[in-house]
């Protein structure tokens, strides 16, 4: 079949919108709570399932989740998070290149991990303290090199850096003292020593000093974690005959973009928190399929952000805010193109309120097929699409499997 001919296929993921009973939403889901309807009428019209998006033996992050609703097995290419990181900021790790995602991180005055993501410093804010930590830490060891990302997350190269290191992502012990979780493993305390020279440099650092001037968290700190070398995907031409692209806020997906060959679209006001432009990644993704595009990956990263700080009302609300801005929009537009379609609805993995961490549990999944024609979406009856979904089938489906199985058909 030709690539003209293809059927196109948009996935619309909401990152981390599982979750797990929350008593303040009366022992619900944010799922089962939210005033979703496009959401469920897919999954009336089409079809809806649990899967697992993490394969066995893996960590339940979204870098393996991600690469598994693009139809790629994370047991056979994944080699770090930080490595899809640094594609995602169109770094080339070189031979001996270790890469390493690189929070900014608020430490509290009784050592607990106060907050991950250093109060959402603001990406100038962000770079400003990468860039002095960098200069210092350049100085020191001409194998260092910091690279500033967006808001809070950061990236550092380090050629012929710790690989073996054990390290715990900072969003997983959120309240809890850093002591029991810093780096383990050989040459540790190089690390170590780096965590404590950017105490040094942050401490008087201006952009704290106004922070704290304005009562906001400053950053004191880095906080290592996700090493990997480089890596390499098959690009969609080649595997699946398909062009398209990804919409995304963050470097991560940004970087799974790169290396699948898929062009990553910057939207203007996406943030990859609850402020992001949810409405300007509805518009992109139909603009992509307008242009020509046969796939398009959207990602809203804001959900995961509620979960990771335990805000369950500010989750249902960005879950409302995808639904209306993002899943009715695309569908109605796929609608009107007239030609055939798959769109997918889908989370990567559960990112519990209580937990303020990841799991592995099973995540709802639904798809419609179309075109439908428009009065049907408003006639469609309601489904479930929430963490109650029933088994299809045991064991559940993986995501890589069943969405390389999508992206291969007509």
């Not at 033996?57 to 998070?81: I, K, W």
């Not at 952009?207 to 950053?219: C, D, I, Q, S």
């Not at 996700?226 to 991560?252: C, E, K, N, S």
Request: glycine fraction near 12%; aromatic fraction near 6%; charge should be negative.
């Amino acid at each position: 079949m030709t690539e003209k001919t293809m059927r196109k296929v948009a996935v619309l993921v909401g990152d981390g919108m599982g979750d797990d009973p929350v008593p303040a939403l009366g022992g619900r889901t944010p799922l089962q709570v939210a005033d979703i309807p496009w959401m469920r009428r897919v999954a009336g019209a089409g079809h809806s399932l649990l899967i697992k998006t993490v394969p066995d033996g893996l960590a339940p992050g979204s870098d393996v989740a991600n690469m598994g609703l693009l139809g790629y097995d994370a047991r056979t290419n994944y080699t770090g998070r930080a490595a899809i990181e640094a594609a995602g900021q169109g770094l080339s790790l070189e031979p001996g290149d270790v890469a390493y995602r690189t929070n900014l991180v608020t430490i509290g005055a009784d050592g607990t991990m106060e907050d991950y993501s250093a109060g959402d410093m603001p990406t100038e804010d962000g770079r400003a303290l990468i860039a002095s930590l960098g200069e210092a830490a350049s100085a020191a060891n001409p194998a260092i090199r910091f690279h500033g990302g967006v808001s809070y997350r950061h990236l550092l190269v380090w050629h012929d850096g710790p690989g073996q290191l054990v390290f715990n992502p900072p969003h997983e012990i959120s309240g809890r003292p850093v002591a029991d979780y810093l780096p383990t493993g050989p040459r540790a305390e190089e690390f170590l020593a780096l965590m404590e020279l950017s105490r040094q440099v942050f401490a008087d650092h201006p952009v704290n000093r106004a922070r704290r001037a304005k009562g906001l968290r400053p950053a004191t700190q880095i906080w290592p974690w996700g090493a990997g070398a480089a890596m390499a995907l098959q690009p969609y031409a080649g595997r699946y005959g398909r062009h398209g692209a990804i919409i995304t806020a963050v470097d991560l997906v940004r970087g799974l973009a790169n290396l699948a060959g898929l062009e990553p679209v910057a939207v203007p006001g996406a943030t990859g928190w609850i402020d992001t432009n949810y409405a300007g990644k509805g518009e992109a993704a139909i603009k992509a399929f307008a242009e020509g595009a046969d796939f398009v990956y959207v990602h809203v990263e804001a959900p995961d952000e509620c979960g990771h700080k335990g805000l369950p009302e500010e989750k249902v609300k960005a879950i409302e805010t995808i639904d209306r801005l993002i899943i009715g929009p695309v569908w109605q537009a796929l609608e009107q193109a007239g030609e055939p379609y798959r769109l997918v609805m889908a989370t990567d993995h559960r990112t519990p309120v209580a937990r303020r961490g990841h799991t592995a549990d099973p995540v709802p999944f639904a798809w419609v097929d179309g075109p439908l024609g428009l009065a049907k979406l408003a006639e469609a009856a309601q489904s479930r699409f929430d963490e109650t979904i029933p088994p299809a089938s045991s064991p559940l489906p993986l995501a890589c499997e069943l969405m390389d199985g999508f992206l291969r058909a007509p």
